[in-house]
Nanobody, 126 residues
Framework: QVQLVESGGGSVQAGGSLRLSCGVS????????MAWFRQAPGKEREGVAT???????SYADSVKGRFTISRDNAKNTLYLQMNSLKPEGTAMYSC????????????????????WGQGTQVTVSS
């Protein structure tokens, strides 16, 4: 049973930083596509970043240069380092995972990922 558990959310002032973590358990496949999504109240879910098992990453234009997605395989943990946070970054952030690394950067919909965490709230004040 694959489980994803996010942590690290909180409240921060604009310009600040947060690092989100997504602990992965039960994963046995050697290839994967993992991602961070966010959803603000009243808005659609937005793909923030993806990372595949070969180390290729992609980012939404709105976060390029400020956010970094990474994974520590020894700790089975996916991270999202968020710097220079903006108020429009206030949202529920969720991690997602699915099998296979091909075309990871194109997976932007909920249906593209089999496993999801419960989410962690990030609030950025101006």
């Amino acid at each position: 049973q694959v489980q994803l558990v996010e942590s690290g959310g909180g409240s921060v002032q604009a310009g600040g930083s947060l690092r989100l973590s997504c602990g992965v358990s039960g994963w046995t496949a050697t290839t994967y596509c993992m991602a961070w999504f966010r959803q603000a109240p009243g808005k659609e879910r937005e793909g923030v970043a993806t990372l595949n098992s070969y180390g290729s990453s992609s980012y939404a234009d709105s976060v390029k240069g400020r956010f970094t997605i990474s994974r520590d395989n020894a700790k089975n943990t996916l991270y999202l380092q968020m710097n220079s946070l903006k108020p429009e970054g206030t949202a529920m952030y969720s991690c997602a995972a699915d099998y296979g690394s091909y075309g990871c950067y194109r997976r932007q919909d909920r249906a593209d990922f089999r496993y999801w965490g419960q989410g962690t709230q990030v609030t950025v004040s101006s």
